[in-house]
């Protein structure tokens, strides 16, 4: 399990470091830490001066030594090395919202754009070339075909950033940058914004990335590549390592992704577990920026199917989970009987004949000293080659497949129970990944015949007409923290997902293999967000002047409903639902909200009235003034925890602007959940619009009993509908 997990992770799938590990100092007890110091009021030279004296008092001489970063341009705060005694009176300094230690984040299409029902003719605004999507990642692979300039101009003319290191931008990529604070490189590592590892490719490509025509891995799932936003335009942010994305170093990339004037920001990296929002380098980056009217969309991380598990918990930035799309690749294996059972893998290779198919634990190298218990788990050396030479081996466990390779196999069926099934990719050999059951149903055959084969198929496309589902790997709610607030946001397609990869990154761990390949199919929530952030790019490229939450609210509207088979997890799993990216671009109304409601929310949360002065930078309002504007935060969607056998009765103020029809009348329309004792009322219940722009409110109450034997999650929803458009929030009540 443990050697298993490990391959997925590094299989660029995601990175996953360990999450406890502050970076040590070599030489003394020091560690790298953020001292985040909210909005910043002061010019770089001012800031940066401010930083050193702090850092002085704290430390005395040796300040300068210790001093890793400086954010000075879009938020205000600096990193640095500091010991447990530092920190503490750091923590006490005027001025300071937070200090924590600098931990790791883990990084967590063609057929995907047209089964969202996006296809390569919708009508594109010409200002399409004037948007900058931000990527905050393992850096871009320029030379890719996804991102050549040809036929761009150059740069629009707010675009303030700048090409750095031994790399050089063009038309398409304007702009890249590369952040290490504790300039710790590893071999592989190319010291610029260059990518050796195809995360940062991969994501970039499937947001913007150019139409890239007979794209395909190995000759599977051809078809063209393309980013939501074709003709959009890429800046580059490299601050995941192959050591992993450390807080010090996203922070740098938030600061700088502002600066330079980005229009989208898209994250697919997070925290290992969800933290206070002030000591999350997301959290607190995706909210200066969007103080700079910049959306940030992120993954919402690979550790479901568990609940609470999502780490991006904060109400300004957009959430997304990652769900399967309607074809699936499978690989099938046909047995000497003539059954056929249909694996999991990213498999290129043709088998031409049937093989002899042994079972691994009755294949042990003895003289080496395993015995079959371990050698059926196909272990590096416990195969005796003399048996699996020429054959195909079933092996009771899953792992990269070396082993076997080595031990002169020409094919393996691995057997993988984990919640992590759809993240099975590339091998170097024939592999077919198959559920426990099945496994079982090939080893009876393996026993019931002297001369069994098998033969391992190529991995083809299939349509898989049932609804989307979520992967069992996307990180699911409640929300830790926040728990008025629903995360995942949305869902959109994260599975098997083909776009651009660099010649230099591997598709397997496996030493010496040098397969070179231009583009790569992988999974996760890594590879959701980025079509979030594409489609909220495209909704930019109609809508210039709407705000952060306005794209948000729009995209999380229209979403498709959506159900899971079991009903535990529910909108925890997906959010609003999956992704519909051409009624996202016309949702109707919005719910709006603006920098002010945020901060409100954050005093509703708790926070003192000295750090919102901080975070938001202006000292003339108090908590309590603010919360005296604000109640609730406009969200769009509404969450009620509930104890069981207790009478809940809530009500939520909410607020649409009409962006659809300047005449128009909404209906309230409640899809009451199926519980006896639940009631939701609206009031009032049609909205009369006069012109575009126009807010009106309108109150939802939810009056509840859930019995001992409900289910601990029923939804119902709100769906205000003019004939049109209809705006959908879904209304959770759940027993946390
Ligand atoms: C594309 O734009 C044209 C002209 O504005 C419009 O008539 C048509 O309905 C649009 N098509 C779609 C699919 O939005
Ligand atoms: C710059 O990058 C090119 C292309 O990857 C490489 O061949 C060259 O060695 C690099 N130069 C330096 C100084 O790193
Ligand atoms: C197989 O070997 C392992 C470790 O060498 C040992 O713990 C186990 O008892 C052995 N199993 C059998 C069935 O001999
Ligand atoms: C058994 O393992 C040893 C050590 O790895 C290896 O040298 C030997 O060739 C193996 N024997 C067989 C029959 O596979
Ligand atoms: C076993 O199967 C192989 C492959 O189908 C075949 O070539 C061979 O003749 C069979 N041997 C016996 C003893 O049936
Ligand atoms: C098709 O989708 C269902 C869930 O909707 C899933 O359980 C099943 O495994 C999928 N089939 C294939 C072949 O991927
Ligand atoms: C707010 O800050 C400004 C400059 O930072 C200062 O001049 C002003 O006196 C402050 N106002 C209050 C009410 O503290
Ligand atoms: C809801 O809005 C109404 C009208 O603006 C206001 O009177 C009421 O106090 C608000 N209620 C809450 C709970 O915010």
């Known amino acids: 399990m443990k050697n298993h997990l490990s391959f997925i992770y590094s299989c660029c799938v995601l990175l996953l470091l360990s999450a406890s590990s502050i970076q040590a100092d070599p030489d003394d007890n020091r560690n790298v830490y953020v001292v985040y110091m909210g909005h910043n009021t002061q010019d770089h030279t001012s800031a940066s001066s401010l930083h050193l004296s702090m850092l002085k008092q704290v430390i005395g001489r040796d300040a300068e030594k210790h001093l890793l970063q400086r954010y000075t341009k879009s938020f205000h705060g600096f990193s640095a090395r500091l ?13 300071v919202v937070s200090v924590f230690p600098s931990r790791n984040n883990k990084l967590a299409t063609t057929s995907s754009w047209d089964f969202l029902g996006f296809p390569l003719t919708v009508n594109r605004s010409t200002t399409e070339s004037d948007i900058i999507i931000g990527v905050i990642d393992t850096g871009i692979w320029p030379e890719s075909p996804s991102f050549t300039d040809m036929g761009y101009g150059p740069p629009p003319p707010k675009w303030k950033g700048i090409c750095e290191g031994n790399f050089s931008c063009n038309n398409k990529i304007i702009g ?52 939501g936003v074709p003709r959009a335009r890429i800046s580059v942010y490299k601050a995941c390592w192959t050591n992993g994305c450390q807080d010090a170093d996203v922070l740098s990339a938030f600061d700088a992704a502002i600066a330079d004037g ?8 997070g925290a290992a577990f969800a933290r206070e929002i002030f000591q999350d ?46 074809t699936d690749l499978i690989t099938p294996v046909r047995l000497g009987n003539g059954l056929v059972i249909n694996g999991f893998s990213t498999n290129p290779f043709e088998l031409d004949k049937m093989y002899h198919l042994i079972y691994a634990g009755d294949a042990p190298n003895i003289t080496a000293g395993f015995n079959s218990s371990r050698s059926r788990l196909c272990i590096k050396d416990s195969l005796d080659k003399n048996l699996v030479k020429g054959k195909i081996v079933l092996c009771d466990g899953s ?65 898989n007409a049932s609804a989307p589902y979520v992967a069992s790997f996307s990180s699911r709610g409640p929300n830790p923290i926040h728990r008025s607030i629903l995360k995942p946001d949305l869902t959109a397609p994260g599975v098997k997902i083909l776009a651009a990869w660099p010649p230099v990154a591997p598709i397997t761990q496996v030493e010496g293999d040098s397969r070179v390949v231009p583009f790569n199919m992988i999974s996760g929530t890594s590879m959701a967000c980025p079509h ?22 729009a995209l999380m509207t229209t979403a498709s409903p959506m159900s899971t088979l079991v009903n535990s997890d529910a909108e925890f799993a997906y959010g609003a639902g999956y992704l519909n990216p051409l009624k996202a671009v016309r949702p109707g109304l919005v719910y709006d909200a603006g920098e002010i409601d945020y901060v409100s929310f954050l005093c509703q949360e708790g926070y003192s009235t000295e750090d919102i002065i901080s975070i938001f930078g202006d000292n003339t309002s108090s908590c309590s003034q603010l919360m005296e504007q604000t109640k609730v935060l406009n969200y769009p969607t509404f969450v009620i925890p509930a104890l069981r056998s207790q009478p809940i009765r ?26 006896s004792g639940l009631q939701i009322v609206v009031e009032p219940d ?32 709100l769906t205000w509908d003019d004939g049109v458009h209809q705006v959908r929030s879904p209304i959770v009540v759940h027993v946390p």
């Open 176 to 227: 890249a940058r590369y952040f290490k604070a504790d300039g710790r490189y590893d071999p592989q590592d190319f010291q610029s914004p260059r990518d050796s590892d195809g995360h940062g490719t991969h994501t970039a490509s499937t947001a913007a990335g150019n139409i890239v025509r007979n794209a395909n891995l190995l000759g599977l799932h051809t078809g063209t590549a393309r980013g």
């Open 281 to 326: 380098s997301s959290s607190i980056g995706a909210f200066h920026a969007m103080k700079n009217g910049i959306l940030t969309v992120q993954s919402a991380s690979n550790n479901g199917p568990s609940p609470q598990t999502t780490s991006s918990i904060a109400p300004w930035v957009l959430s997304v989970a990652a769900g399967s799309k309607n």
């Open 83 to 95: 010991t447990e005694e530092e920190v503490k009176v750091f923590k006490g300094m005027n001025g």
């Open 532 to 553: 979030v952030s594409g489609i909220a790019a495209y909704i930019k490229t109609f809508n210039p002047s709407w705000s952060p939450a306005a794209i948000k609210s």
């Open 399 to 463: 792992n990269n497949g070396e082993s076997v390779m080595l031990a002169g196999a020409v094919g393996c069926i691995m057997t993988y129970a984990g919640p992590f099934f759809e993240l099975m990719n590339s091998y170097t050999f024939p592999v077919s990944v198959v559920k426990p059951d099945q496994a079982k149903s090939i080893a009876r055959y393996i026993r019931s015949t002297r001369n069994a084969t098998a033969v391992i198929m190529k991995s083809e496309d299939v349509k």
């Open 650 to 675: 809530v009500s939520f103020n909410r607020t649409v602007t009409n962006v659809g029809s300047a005449t128009s009348t909404y209906r309230a329309m409640i899809t009451q959940p199926h519980v």
């Open 686 to 717: 049609v909205l009369q619009f006069k012109e575009i722009g126009q807010k009106l409110s309108f109150k939802l109450s939810v009056q509840a009993i859930l019995r001992v034997l409900d289910e601990p999650i029923v939804s119902g929803a």
């Open 262 to 269: 980005v229009d989208i920001i898209t994250v697919s990296a």
